[in-house]
């Protein structure tokens, strides 16, 4: 079956680093992929919305130079924290479908401790 | 405004057991509806994806049934097993092609 996958699974790094964030969809095309945050025991929270080819289209309040997103090609997004501080922590995860009649698959997340 | 409810918030039912889980929206101009499953610390399974003129999907002991004029959709599972015990998402594809999501039901499996 379809399968998105997201490196690293786990990241820990200091204050002010940035780190950079992988989702690669290994057997559709990803025409458009989606990241999101989750924090504990709460649904998921949208952050980005982005399009092979286009600049990514943030939801309100999430901070677009913050948060990076490139989606250069049909099989891979990447999303850099950019400047990490404590308050980035968080569960991130990817997201990735061809057309909206197809299902949107997920990554496994990426879990972001700042120190 | 889209607004989509899970009940039960959570289940805890007997190994062996058929279940039924249910989800509502309040806007039926949808695309499709799909369930998942959120393992603990993990990212999402897609279960099933029903289209918005579809009545129903299957696969496996996984049953996922659409009423789209009511504003309904259940996920049957029969015969649980404690390999089944997760939280359980769905979520509506509405106009703005995003997915809007309930907030889960879940589950544990008693062996």
């Known amino acids: 079956g379809a399968v998105v996958s997201q490196h690293p699974s786990w990241v820990i790094c200091k204050s002010g680093t940035s780190v950079k964030i992988e989702c690669r969809s290994l057997?559709?095309?990803?025409?458009?992929m989606f990241w999101y945050r989750q924090f504990p025991k709460q649904s998921l929270m949208l952050m980005a919305t982005s399009n092979e080819g286009s600049k990514a289209t943030y939801e309100q309040g999430v901070e677009k130079d913050k948060f990076l997103i490139n989606h250069a090609s049909l099989t891979l997004s990447t999303l850099t924290v950019t400047s990490a501080h404590p308050e980035d922590s968080s569960f991130y995860i990817c997201s990735a479908r061809d057309t909206i009649n197809q299902p949107q698959h997920f990554g496994d997340g990426t879990r972001l401790s700042i120190l | 405004k889209q607004e989509v409810t899970q009940i039960p918030a959570a289940l805890s039912v007997p190994e062996g057991e058929n279940l039924v889980l249910n989800c509502s929206f309040t806007d039926s101009a949808i695309y499709n509806l799909q369930w998942f499953r959120q393992d603990p610390g993990k990212g999402l399974t897609s279960l099933l994806l029903?289209?918005?003129s579809q009545r129903e999907q299957t696969s496996g002991r996984l049953n996922a049934s659409l009423d789209k004029s009511s504003g309904r959709s259940t996920l049957y599972i029969a015969a649980s097993q404690p390999g089944d015990s997760a939280t359980y998402l769905c979520a509506v594809l509405g106009s703005n092609y995003q997915l809007i999501w309930g907030a889960g039901t879940k589950l544990i499996i008693k062996p």
């Open positions: 057997d559709f095309q990803a025409t458009t």
């Open positions: 029903i289209q918005s």
